[in-house]
Protein backbone atom coordinates (compact mmCIF):
# COMPACT_ATOMS: atom_id res chain seq x y z
CA UNK A 1 0.00 0.00 0.00
CA UNK A 2 2.09 2.84 -1.17
CA UNK A 3 1.85 6.11 1.33
CA UNK A 4 1.27 9.65 0.45
CA UNK A 5 4.51 10.41 -2.81
CA UNK A 6 5.28 14.03 -3.48
CA UNK A 7 7.75 15.31 -6.08
CA UNK A 8 9.99 16.74 -6.84
CA UNK A 9 11.99 16.00 -3.85
CA UNK A 10 13.89 19.04 -4.17
CA UNK A 11 13.42 22.52 -6.12
CA UNK A 12 15.87 25.87 -6.57
CA UNK A 13 14.15 28.60 -8.29
CA UNK A 14 14.69 32.01 -8.98
CA UNK A 15 13.03 35.02 -6.94
CA UNK A 16 9.87 35.58 -8.73
CA UNK A 17 9.36 32.47 -10.46
CA UNK A 18 6.71 30.09 -10.53
CA UNK A 19 6.58 26.50 -9.03
CA UNK A 20 4.13 23.28 -9.11
CA UNK A 21 4.52 20.46 -6.48
CA UNK A 22 2.71 17.38 -6.74
CA UNK A 23 0.97 14.97 -4.08
CA UNK A 24 -0.25 11.81 -4.47
CA UNK A 25 -2.70 10.86 -1.27
CA UNK A 26 -2.62 7.37 0.17
CA UNK A 27 -4.76 4.92 -1.36
CA UNK A 28 -8.21 5.29 -0.10
CA UNK A 29 -7.65 8.85 1.05
CA UNK A 30 -10.34 11.38 -1.03
CA UNK A 31 -8.39 14.91 0.98
CA UNK A 32 -5.62 16.31 0.94
CA UNK A 33 -4.11 19.86 3.07
CA UNK A 34 -0.61 21.30 1.94
CA UNK A 35 1.21 22.77 4.76
CA UNK A 36 4.25 24.86 4.62
CA UNK A 37 7.26 23.99 7.10
CA UNK A 38 9.81 26.82 7.55
CA UNK A 39 13.34 26.33 9.16
CA UNK A 40 12.90 25.58 12.74
CA UNK A 41 9.10 26.16 12.88
CA UNK A 42 6.21 23.46 13.11
CA UNK A 43 4.13 23.43 9.60
CA UNK A 44 1.48 25.98 8.69
CA UNK A 45 -1.62 24.97 6.87
CA UNK A 46 -2.05 26.42 3.76
CA UNK A 47 -5.27 24.86 2.12
CA UNK A 48 -7.03 21.77 2.35
CA UNK A 49 -8.92 20.24 -1.13
CA UNK A 50 -12.19 17.95 -1.24
CA UNK A 51 -13.65 17.01 -4.06
CA UNK A 52 -11.88 18.85 -6.08
CA UNK A 53 -12.74 21.94 -4.52
CA UNK A 54 -10.30 24.29 -1.50
CA UNK A 55 -12.67 23.58 1.60
CA UNK A 56 -10.02 25.87 3.81
CA UNK A 57 -7.32 27.97 3.73
CA UNK A 58 -4.88 29.27 6.07
CA UNK A 59 -3.43 32.62 5.89
CA UNK A 60 -1.65 32.55 2.92
CA UNK A 61 -1.52 34.95 0.27
CA UNK A 62 -3.07 34.47 -3.15
CA UNK A 63 -0.36 33.63 -4.85
CA UNK A 64 -0.35 30.00 -3.34
CA UNK A 65 -3.07 28.13 -5.41
CA UNK A 66 -3.95 24.69 -5.70
CA UNK A 67 -5.96 22.27 -7.40
CA UNK A 68 -7.41 18.37 -6.69
CA UNK A 69 -7.83 16.21 -9.81
CA UNK A 70 -10.75 13.65 -10.29
CA UNK A 71 -8.35 10.77 -8.82
CA UNK A 72 -7.60 12.78 -5.33
CA UNK A 73 -4.23 14.03 -6.68
CA UNK A 74 -3.34 17.57 -6.03
CA UNK A 75 -1.31 20.53 -6.77
CA UNK A 76 0.42 23.31 -5.18
CA UNK A 77 1.90 26.48 -7.35
CA UNK A 78 3.27 29.34 -6.01
CA UNK A 79 3.80 32.17 -8.56
CA UNK A 80 6.00 35.35 -7.84
CA UNK A 81 8.59 33.72 -5.58
CA UNK A 82 9.88 35.40 -2.60
CA UNK A 83 12.83 34.51 -0.79
CA UNK A 84 10.74 33.64 2.52
CA UNK A 85 9.15 31.44 0.54
CA UNK A 86 11.70 28.95 0.95
CA UNK A 87 10.55 25.83 3.05
CA UNK A 88 10.10 22.53 3.34
CA UNK A 89 6.43 21.92 1.47
CA UNK A 90 4.35 18.67 3.05
CA UNK A 91 1.23 16.91 1.73
CA UNK A 92 -1.37 15.29 4.10
CA UNK A 93 -3.58 12.87 2.60
CA UNK A 94 -6.92 12.19 5.01
CA UNK A 95 -10.47 10.71 4.61
CA UNK A 96 -13.28 13.43 4.15
CA UNK A 97 -14.13 12.65 7.83
CA UNK A 98 -13.52 16.09 9.07
CA UNK A 99 -10.44 15.29 11.01
CA UNK A 100 -11.16 12.77 13.26
CA UNK A 101 -8.64 10.25 11.99
CA UNK A 102 -4.64 11.14 11.60
CA UNK A 103 -3.44 13.01 8.28
CA UNK A 104 -0.78 11.26 7.20
CA UNK A 105 2.17 13.21 5.49
CA UNK A 106 4.02 12.89 2.32
CA UNK A 107 8.23 13.12 2.69
CA UNK A 108 7.98 17.18 1.37
CA UNK A 109 9.40 18.84 -1.39
CA UNK A 110 12.36 20.93 0.23
CA UNK A 111 11.91 24.16 -2.51
CA UNK A 112 14.73 26.90 -2.06
CA UNK A 113 14.13 30.43 -3.64
CA UNK A 114 17.06 32.02 -4.43
CA UNK B 1 -8.30 30.66 18.77
CA UNK B 2 -6.94 26.91 18.91
CA UNK B 3 -2.80 27.03 19.72
CA UNK B 4 -0.47 24.55 20.78
CA UNK B 5 2.24 25.26 23.14
CA UNK B 6 6.07 22.96 23.35
CA UNK B 7 7.75 24.96 25.91
CA UNK B 8 10.90 22.61 25.32
CA UNK B 9 12.87 23.28 22.28
CA UNK B 10 15.18 20.30 23.09
CA UNK B 11 15.00 17.30 25.58
CA UNK B 12 18.06 15.28 26.51
CA UNK B 13 17.53 11.86 27.70
CA UNK B 14 19.97 8.64 28.27
CA UNK B 15 19.03 5.56 26.44
CA UNK B 16 17.26 3.14 28.61
CA UNK B 17 15.40 6.35 30.64
CA UNK B 18 11.93 7.13 30.51
CA UNK B 19 11.54 10.24 28.14
CA UNK B 20 8.68 12.91 28.48
CA UNK B 21 7.66 15.84 25.87
CA UNK B 22 5.45 18.05 26.97
CA UNK B 23 2.59 19.87 25.66
CA UNK B 24 0.21 22.11 26.41
CA UNK B 25 -3.10 23.26 24.14
CA UNK B 26 -5.40 26.07 24.07
CA UNK B 27 -8.68 24.90 22.53
CA UNK B 28 -12.75 26.06 22.30
CA UNK B 29 -14.65 22.70 23.05
CA UNK B 30 -13.52 19.13 23.26
CA UNK B 31 -9.74 18.74 22.51
CA UNK B 32 -8.60 16.90 19.81
CA UNK B 33 -4.90 16.23 19.86
CA UNK B 34 -1.85 14.00 17.63
CA UNK B 35 1.91 13.34 18.25
CA UNK B 36 3.91 13.59 15.60
CA UNK B 37 7.24 12.40 14.83
CA UNK B 38 9.77 14.26 11.96
CA UNK B 39 13.35 12.49 11.11
CA UNK B 40 16.03 14.42 9.27
CA UNK B 41 14.85 15.12 5.51
CA UNK B 42 11.82 13.20 6.06
CA UNK B 43 7.83 13.82 6.42
CA UNK B 44 5.94 13.63 9.35
CA UNK B 45 5.03 10.30 10.93
CA UNK B 46 1.91 9.60 13.37
CA UNK B 47 2.47 8.41 16.21
CA UNK B 48 -0.88 8.92 18.58
CA UNK B 49 -4.15 10.36 18.83
CA UNK B 50 -6.36 11.77 21.54
CA UNK B 51 -10.35 11.83 20.30
CA UNK B 52 -12.48 10.56 23.56
CA UNK B 53 -12.27 8.39 25.89
CA UNK B 54 -9.40 6.96 28.08
CA UNK B 55 -6.85 9.31 29.01
CA UNK B 56 -3.86 7.30 28.69
CA UNK B 57 -3.15 6.45 24.96
CA UNK B 58 -1.14 4.54 23.64
CA UNK B 59 0.77 4.85 20.16
CA UNK B 60 3.35 3.72 17.69
CA UNK B 61 7.01 2.24 18.49
CA UNK B 62 6.66 2.06 22.49
CA UNK B 63 5.07 5.36 22.99
CA UNK B 64 1.79 6.70 25.39
CA UNK B 65 0.61 10.36 26.20
CA UNK B 66 -1.16 11.53 28.89
CA UNK B 67 -4.03 13.70 28.40
CA UNK B 68 -4.68 16.07 31.59
CA UNK B 69 -7.84 18.82 30.64
CA UNK B 70 -7.41 20.37 34.02
CA UNK B 71 -3.68 20.80 33.01
CA UNK B 72 -5.11 21.35 28.98
CA UNK B 73 -1.77 19.15 28.58
CA UNK B 74 -1.15 16.32 26.38
CA UNK B 75 2.13 15.05 27.44
CA UNK B 76 4.22 12.08 25.16
CA UNK B 77 5.78 9.56 26.82
CA UNK B 78 7.72 6.24 27.04
CA UNK B 79 9.27 3.98 29.71
CA UNK B 80 12.37 3.23 28.20
CA UNK B 81 14.15 5.99 25.39
CA UNK B 82 16.08 3.98 22.81
CA UNK B 83 18.72 6.07 20.41
CA UNK B 84 16.68 5.91 17.94
CA UNK B 85 13.88 7.57 19.07
CA UNK B 86 16.26 11.29 18.60
CA UNK B 87 14.06 12.67 16.52
CA UNK B 88 12.00 16.40 16.45
CA UNK B 89 8.41 15.95 17.67
CA UNK B 90 4.84 18.08 16.93
CA UNK B 91 2.21 18.08 19.34
CA UNK B 92 -0.93 19.16 17.25
CA UNK B 93 -4.56 20.16 17.92
CA UNK B 94 -7.13 19.56 15.34
CA UNK B 95 -8.97 23.18 14.67
CA UNK B 96 -12.35 23.26 15.07
CA UNK B 97 -13.64 23.73 11.43
CA UNK B 98 -14.93 21.15 9.45
CA UNK B 99 -11.78 19.96 7.68
CA UNK B 100 -9.92 19.18 10.65
CA UNK B 101 -7.32 21.23 9.60
CA UNK B 102 -4.17 20.78 11.88
CA UNK B 103 -2.38 23.64 13.93
CA UNK B 104 1.21 22.16 15.07
CA UNK B 105 3.28 23.45 18.15
CA UNK B 106 6.95 24.84 17.48
CA UNK B 107 8.35 20.97 18.12
CA UNK B 108 11.16 19.35 20.32
CA UNK B 109 14.05 17.86 19.70
CA UNK B 110 14.41 14.78 21.42
CA UNK B 111 18.27 13.42 21.77
CA UNK B 112 18.35 10.33 23.02
CA UNK B 113 22.20 9.78 24.25
CA UNK B 114 23.99 5.94 24.19
Known amino acids: DAGVTQSPTHLIKTRGQQVTLRCSPK?????VSWYQQALGQGPQFIFQ???????QRGNFPDRFSGHQFPNYSSELNVNALLLGDSALYLC?????????????FGPGTRLTVT | AQSVAQPEDQVNVAEGNPLTVKCTYS??????LFWYVQYPNRGLQFLLKYITGDNLVKGSYGFEAEFNKSQTSFHLKKPSALVSDSALYFC????????????FGQGTTLQVKP
Open chain 1, 92 to 104: ASSRGDRGLLEQY
Open chain 2, 27 to 32: VSGNPY
Open chain 1, 49 to 55: YYEEEER
Open chain 1, 27 to 31: SGHDT
Open chain 2, 92 to 103: AVRDTSNTGKLI
